[in-house]
């Protein structure tokens, strides 16, 4: 089956500046950092007991999410990847496509009681590339497509020249084992995570030309599919979308944070150039995770506003009987907390405001159905003209068909 994925690429290089598509991965890896608590907590049927998700329960999520079919991408420890790609095969009718992670640096060894995320960051790499091809040392030609060909590659520059020399000769390495052996990867690129490495003030531009000045020396067939980096705001994203519109940018989610933080930053960061979003945490900590992604769906190709999605979101949560982890006020709090992979930061309060209902003679004052912006009934499949419809139409559009879908 033809992969999401592989048709937004080629239409995205095909048109980079008028090209509207957009890439959501879902990063289902954290068990390659976290350990036991990577599975996340159970708050869909736990809540009391506060316990954490076996790792069956997480991968029984991983399923559920490709069936959804809405991320292009479901990235996997090596480990996940072997039982669920290469022996359950639940990627070969889906337009989903398989990665795994493919090195652990030691900055996300984040093992309880550790210092290591502390530590300046030393390349490492657990899983190898044949293993996630077809699940055993050496493969054959004809197996390197069994499992997936795609992996995600992550470097932290520290502003440190032999712990950087050390991380770029650890990528030339991994990149010359992968084109010799048809494996893509994808370049996650983190802030430093030595204190003081460089000036805050100049980390936008010094995590860009880090960027720009590696992969200068990579001829196209060793380059990445696309990168994972933090988004630093409009002027560093522009920046590096002005240098090189075909080196697709993505953007990663840092910490849970709020619903509005996740969804705010997918689309400020689509609004000035970014084409993929990796969401982890953000996912992985939602009440339902098949809501929380289809809005960001949704969102990511210009169907609601951020604003508009949380207010829905959480009328999907009341009509399934969940209770939110906070109330729609706290969950339209922006938070900062995206700048390195343990989170942290300060947090703001916006608007919350309530959605105004535009009175026609067929409403009687109360929200109208989609029906009314394109003559379509909201039980219908077909997605109606989001940009003709009020605030509170999308709402009630978006809680009818979760309503209809999950009872």
């Known amino acids: 089956m033809q992969k999401s994925l592989d048709s937004k690429l080629n239409r995205i290089h095909a048109d980079p500046h008028g090209c509207k598509d957009f890439i959501l991965a879902d990063a289902k890896d954290a068990d390659m950092a976290m350990g036991i608590s990577s599975p996340g907590r159970s708050p869909e049927a736990h809540a009391a007991e506060g316990r954490f998700r076996s790792l069956q329960e997480y991968r029984d999520l991983m399923e559920a999410i490709v069936r959804q079919g809405h991320v292009d991408i479901m990235l996997m420890s090596a480990h996940s990847n072997d039982v669920l790609n290469l022996q359950k095969r639940i990627f070969d009718n889906s337009q989903v496509t398989p990665a795994a992670r493919a090195n652990d640096t030691t900055d996300i060894h984040i093992v309880t009681g550790s210092k290591y995320p502390g530590a300046p960051s030393m390349p490492f790499r657990t899983a190898t590339l044949d293993h996630i091809q ?36 650890a ?41 720009v000045r590696t992969l200068a020396g990579v001829a196209v067939k060793g380059r990445p599919v696309f990168l994972k980096m933090v988004y630093h705001g409009p002027k560093a994203m522009e920046e590096l979308v002005a240098y090189d519109p075909h080196l697709v940018i993505g953007i990663l989610g840092g910490g849970a944070g709020t619903t509005y933080d996740a969804f705010k930053l997918l689309a400020e960061a689509k609004k000035y150039g970014a084409r993929v979003a990796l969401f982890g945490r953000k996912i992985n900590n939602a009440e339902n995770q098949l809501a929380f992604i289809t809005f960001l769906r949704f969102i990511a190709d210009g169907q609601i506003t951020p604003e508009e999605a949380v207010k829905a979101y959480h009328g999907v949560l009341q009509n399934l009987g969940v209770k939110p982890q906070r109330s729609l006020a706290d ?41 009314s912006a394109n003559g379509k009934s909201p039980a219908s499949d077909a997605l109606p003209d989001f940009s003709k419809m009020s605030t509170s139409q999308k709402v009630e559009w978006q809680r009818q068909r979760w309503n209809r879908i999950l009872g």
């Open 134 to 169: 077809c699940g055993h040392m050496d493969c054959k030609p004809e197996e390197r497509k069994l499992g997936a060909d795609l992996g995600l590659y992550s470097i932290t520059f520290n502003n440190d020249t032999v712990l950087d020399r050390q991380a770029l000769e």
């Open 171 to 211: 990528y030339r390495e991994f990149r010359v084992e992968a084109e010799r052996k048809g494996f893509r990867h994808f370049l996650e690129i983190f802030d430093p995570n030595r204190p003081d490495a460089v000036d805050p003030a100049q980390l936008p531009r010094f995590i860009n030309d880090a960027i």
């Open 331 to 371: 969950d339209m709090k922006l938070q900062t907390n995206v700048m390195s992979y343990g989170g942290g930061g300060s947090a703001v309060s916006l608007p919350v405001g309530k959605p105004e209902a535009k009175k026609t003679p067929a409403s009687n004052g109360k929200p109208a159905a989609a029906s």
